[in-house]
T-cell receptor, first 113, second 114 residues
Framework: DAKTTQPTSMDCAEGRAANLPCNHSTISGNEYVYWYRQIHSQGPQYIIHGLKNNETNEMASLIITEDRKSSTLILPHATLRDTAVYYCIVRVGLTSGTYKYIFGTGTRLKVLA | EAQVTQNPRYLITVTGKKLTVTCSQNMNHEYMSWYRQDPGLGLRQIYYSMNVEVTDKGDVPEGYKVSRKEKRNFPLILESPSPNQTSLYFC?????????????FGPGTRLTVT
């Protein structure tokens, strides 16, 4: 199964862009990359996902390298409320037609005032 | 309001006493899943279900059972809980129709087994 590797923690100044990297070097061609975040011990919250192309929504941008072995989540203007643990996840398709999710251990992002 | 609910939110129990954690979603989602979260290990998938009567093991299924008799409910059953099942548990659901739909998570159930 594809696995993800993320830095344990990062700091970012408020108002600056936060760039969170993720390595998923064993990802297969049809496996999606998802990003979620978790604030304290609440249920994880969806941020964005992608397959091959870069993606952008109202929360963030996702940059996926051409070889798909890594990606970067970008929070363009980090606020204090963005302080959370960010998870990079690979969704693995199975031969049965179903799929499962492989979570990394996450990056603890701290936004500093 | 579209949501995933879990009950109970907190539970302290003793070794060997059977328990069930309920999970319900009101979004008519086909895919449902259970995760456990432990310090330093992130979230790990226990079981998942693509639809009614279809369930599959995730990465850490030992000691757990699930059932999917109705689309909206996906209870997690611990027949004989042990202290190593002390953890934070999350239920999640997703539409299951598209190839890339997102999961919606419940608020979590903190279980302590003594």
């Amino acid at each position: 199964d594809a696995k993800t590797t993320q830095p344990t923690s990062m700091d970012c100044a408020e108002g600056r862009a936060a760039n969170l990297p993720c390595n998923h070097s064993t990802i297969s061609g049809n496996e999606y990359v998802y990003w979620y975040r978790q604030i304290h011990s609440q249920g994880p919250q969806y941020i964005i996902h992608g397959l091959k192309n870069n993606e952008t929504n109202e929360m963030a941008s996702l940059i996926i390298t051409e070889d798909r072995k890594s990606s970067t989540l970008i929070l363009p203007h980090a606020t204090l409320r963005d302080t959370a643990v960010y998870y990079c996840i690979v969704r693995v398709g199975l031969t049965s037609g179903t799929y499962k999710y492989i979570f990394g251990t996450g990056t603890r992002l701290k936004v500093l005032a | 309001e579209a949501q995933v609910t879990q009950n109970p939110r907190y539970l302290i129990t003793v070794t060997g006493k059977k328990l069930t954690v309920t999970c319900s979603q009101n979004m008519n989602h086909e895919y449902m899943s259970w995760y456990r979260q432990d310090p330093g290990l992130g979230l790990r998938q226990i079981y998942y279900s693509m639809n009614v009567e279809v369930t599959d093991k995730g990465d850490v299924p030992e000691g757990y059972k699930v059932s999917r008799k109705e689309k909206r409910n996906f209870p997690l059953i611990l027949e004989s809980p042990s202290p190593n099942q002390t953890s934070l548990y999350f239920c999640a659901s997703s539409p299951g129709h598209r190839g890339d739909d997102e999961q919606y998570f419940g608020p979590g159930t903190r279980l302590t087994v003594t």
